[in-house]
């Protein structure tokens, strides 16, 4: 290998370690692409066999250092919450908390985080904007006395049918009750005519939803007629409101 070889792959190595970082850190959720490009650059600056190895191993560990030490700094700037959930004890379905600046409740903020006061028909409003990124979220139902009993997370992914490819050999009870869905959310409201105009602006407004139930009731009992009544009943919720 000559010279110019090996100057040609170690600087180019870097260019790419420096852009595979970045794709690691400041631009995380691409980091399916960073990755790649990171293991590249390491590759090309190894082989550039002209250098030592202090040369070479001096600027991979740096930036393998400053991509560890972000990764907690990162965690931190874009966690929401801690957010905590508290859900009337007999209440079971869907829950629908719509964030609408000029319209409903305000948030309520205490020293445990971000609460949440679901009221008897699933639906809050709430006169705030919504902020996305990492879910650090709690659900409790709450009795008449205020005494919390905390809802396990769960995924639909985790149950066995007969279209799951690999079977989980710890398949949770299908009737116990837990938090379905948890942290999905959207928008609605928004209609855009031919000339690519928002039509009914003041109506755009994001949303997020969960389901407080047990497996089993996800599609007996919630399926497509109790999302339609629901639906009506958010809709005529949100149009008092409005």
Request: proline share 4%; hydrophobic share 40%.
């Amino acid at each position: 290998m000559t010279e110019k070889t090996s100057n040609i792959l170690y600087y180019g190595g870097l260019i790419l370690l420096a852009i595979g970082a970045f794709g690691l850190t400041f631009a995380a959720f691409f980091a399916i692409i960073g990755l790649p490009v990171f293991i590249v650059g390491l590759i090309l600056v190894l082989v550039s066999l002209k250098k030592t190895w202090k040369q070479r191993l001096i600027p991979i560990g740096l930036f393998i250092l400053g991509i560890v030490a972000f990764w907690p700094i990162w965690t931190q700037i874009n966690t929401v919450g801690p957010e905590v959930f508290l859900i009337p004890e007999e209440y079971r379905g869907r829950v629908n908390i719509i964030f609408k600046e000029g319209c409903g409740q305000d948030l309520t903020k205490t020293e445990e985080g971000l609460v949440y006061n679901i009221p008897d028909n699933g639906i809050l409003i709430l006169d705030a904007e919504q902020e996305f990124g990492i879910i650090e979220h709690t659900y409790y139902l709450v009795d008449n006395d205020g005494n919390r009993t905390e809802l396990p997370k769960m995924d639909v992914r985790d149950f066995n049918e007969e279209w799951t490819t690999e079977k989980n050999p710890n398949e949770p009870s299908r009737d116990k009750l837990g938090v379905f869905h948890w942290g999905r959310s959207g928008s609605q409201g928004e209609n855009i005519d031919q000339e690519g105009n928002v039509t009914n602006e003041n109506e755009l407004h994001t949303f997020s939803e969960f389901y407080v139930s047990t497996y089993n009731d996800l599609t007996e009992r919630f399926g497509f007629k109790y999302e339609r009544e629901f639906d009506k009943i958010r809709d005529k919720e949100f149009e008092k409101c409005k």
